[in-house]
């Protein structure tokens, strides 16, 4: 099955830094998504990104399909955008089976 | 519109009791997914409904039954249950069947079995 890899695995940054989350995926993919795990173990939708680039305030993200990874920017980071940030995919032969990463662990100290 | 819902959010088992975790959407959504959630680790797929009347396995359904009761409703049952089972337990929907739909996912169920 296909294989969904993120780094780093933990993230540590100041209050107003940016940072970079990668996840990258060993098969062709039909989509893609980003989703934040808040403290209370909520799953957020961030993006729905299977090719090209989207921006939601602060957060976007870019996939490029081609190469098999997907990128996600966090600009100005808040101590709310503390918690884990998965990304999951599933094979384009696989009926709705989400893979997800392992997750990257956020914390941001104020 | 709640989306996504789940009962119960906590419950606790002793070894060898029953339980059905119950989920149901207001999207519209044709398809539904079971997922559990392990600690330090991202979630998988436990049994899944491409659209009402059809259910299939996962990557881990040993322990498990499911059932979608109409489109809105796709429940998880534990018929015995065991400390293994002891987990987050995520269900989400999808407007479109197959790789190809955005999932959206409930509030979660906590669930510990002693």
């Known amino acids: 099955g296909i294989q969904v890899e993120q780094s780093p695995p933990d993230l540590i940054l100041q209050e107003g830094a940016n940072s970079t989350l990668r996840c990258n995926f060993s098969d062709s993919v039909n989509n893609l998504q980003w989703f934040h795990q808040n403290p209370w173990g909520q799953l957020i939708n961030l993006f729905y990104i299977p090719s090209g680039t989207k921006q939601n305030g602060r957060l976007s993200a870019t996939t490029v399909a081609t190469e098999r990874y997907s990128l996600l920017y966090i600009s100005s980071s808040q101590t709310t955008d503390s918690g884990v940030y998965f990304c999951a995919a599933p094979p384009t032969d696989s009926w709705g089976k989400l893979q997800f990463g392992a997750g990257t662990q956020v914390v941001v100290t104020p | 519109n709640a989306g996504v819902t789940q009962t119960p959010k906590f419950q606790v088992l002793k070894t060898g009791q029953s339980m059905t975790l119950q989920c149901a959407q207001d999207?519209?959504?044709?398809?539904m997914y079971w997922y559990r959630q392990d600690p330090g680790m991202g979630l998988r797929l436990i049994y899944y409904?491409?659209?009402?009347?059809?259910?299939d396995k996962g990557e881990v359904p040993n322990g498990y039954n499911v059932s979608r009761l109409n489109k809105r409703e796709f429940s998880l049952r534990l018929e015995s249950a065991a400390p293994s089972q002891t987990s987050v337990y995520f269900c989400a929907s999808s407007s479109l069947a197959g790789a190809g739909g955005e999932q959206f996912f409930g509030p979660g169920t906590r669930l510990t079995v002693l």
């Open positions: 999207m519209n959504h044709n398809s």
């Open positions: 409904s491409a659209s009402e009347g059809t259910t």
